[in-house]
C-alpha cells in the first residue's frame, strides 16, 4: 500500500518558471515531511523538510506548502534552473517511531534553458 | 571525506550467485538503513538496525541477510541471486536522538543480475 502519493510523475519547466510537485499522505500519525532530490547516479539528499507546526517553509528558492486538513504537501521551486533537473522524492513518517520514512514513488523534473 | 560509502559500485553477476554489498558511515550516526531501488526509481525500505539491533525489517525474501558488526557498518549479503534483483540497492544513515532526522544516502550499489 502505497503511504505516500506523489504528482505529477514527472515535469518539464523553462528556466525562471515554477516547478510544482504535490504529495498526499493517509497516515495521521505522520508528522515529519521531507523532500529528498537526487541526481543521475547519485543517492538521494535532504532538500528540505517540515513538520505540521508550520503552514510553509522557505529555503532559498525550495518551499514547502503543508495543509494538514487535506494531508498534502507540496514543493515549490521558484526560478526554476537547470542545475535544479533531477527526481524529488516526497516523504513522510512519525517523528516519534523507529525512524521509518515512507517515500512517494518520485517525480522526474525537467528544466530547459 | 565521505560520509556513507558503498562497495562495490556496480556488481554483475549470474543467477544464483551469492553476493555481499558492504557500507560504512563516518558520520557516528546510531541508525543505518538498506533501502532497493527499481527502475522506475521506487525507492523501498529494506531493513534498519539501530547500534546493530535489527529494528526494521520489511517483507523481502530470506535470500537478503543484513549484518551490522557495529554501528558504523551494515552489510547486505544476498544468496541465490534472482533477475528481479536487479537494482540500485542503497544504504543510508541517521541519528538517533529525538525521533526522525535527516538520513543520509550512500552512492549506490548498481546490482545487475544476468
Known amino acids: 500500500q502505497q503511504q505516500v502519493k506523489q504528482s505529477p510523475q514527472s515535469l518539464i519547466v523553462q528556466k525562471g518558471g515554477i516547478s510544482i510537485i504535490n504529495c498526499a499522505y493517509e497516515?495521521?500519525?505522520?508528522?515529519?515531511f521531507p523532500w529528498y532530490q537526487q541526481f543521475p547516479g547519485k543517492g538521494p539528499a535532504l532538500l528540505i523538510a517540515i513538520r505540521p507546526d508550520v503552514s510553509e517553509k522557505k529555503e532559498g528558492r525550495f518551499t514547502i506548502s503543508f495543509n494538514k486538513s487535506a494531508k498534502q504537501f507540496s514543493l515549490h521551486i521558484m526560478d526554476s534552473q537547470p542545475g535544479d533537473s533531477a527526481t524529488y522524492f516526497c516523504?513522510?513518517?512519525?517523528?516519534?517511531?523507529?525512524?521509518?520514512?515512507?517515500f512517494g514513488k518520485g517525480n522526474q523534473v525537467v528544466v530547459i534553458p | 571525506d565521505t560520509a556513507v560509502s558503498q562497495t562495490p559500485k556496480y556488481l554483475v553477476t549470474q543467477m544464483g550467485n551469492d553476493k555481499s554489498i558492504k557500507c560504512e558511515q563516518n558520520?557516528?550516526?546510531?541508525?543505518m538503513y538498506w533501502y532497493k531501488q527499481d527502475s522506475k526509481k521506487f525507492l523501498k525500505i529494506m531493513f534498519s538496525y539501530n547500534n546493530k539491533e535489527l529494528i526494521i525489517n520489511e517483507t523481502v525474501p530470506n535470500r537478503f541477510s543484513p549484518k551490522s558488526p557495529d554501528k558504523a557498518h551494515l552489510n547486505l549479503h544476498i544468496n541465490s541471486l534472482e533477475l528481479g534483483d536487479s537494482a540500485v540497492y542503497f544504504c543510508?544513515?541517521?541519528?538517533?536522538?529525538?525521533?526522525?532526522?535527516?538520513?543520509?544516502f550512500g552512492p549506490g550499489t548498481r546490482l545487475l543480475v544476468l
Open positions: 558520520l557516528g550516526h546510531d541508525t
Open positions: 497516515n495521521t500519525a505522520f508528522d515529519y
Open positions: 543510508a544513515s541517521s541519528p538517533f536522538r529525538e525521533g526522525l532526522e535527516t538520513q543520509y
Open positions: 516523504a513522510a513518517g512519525p517523528v516519534y517511531g523507529n525512524n521509518r520514512l515512507a
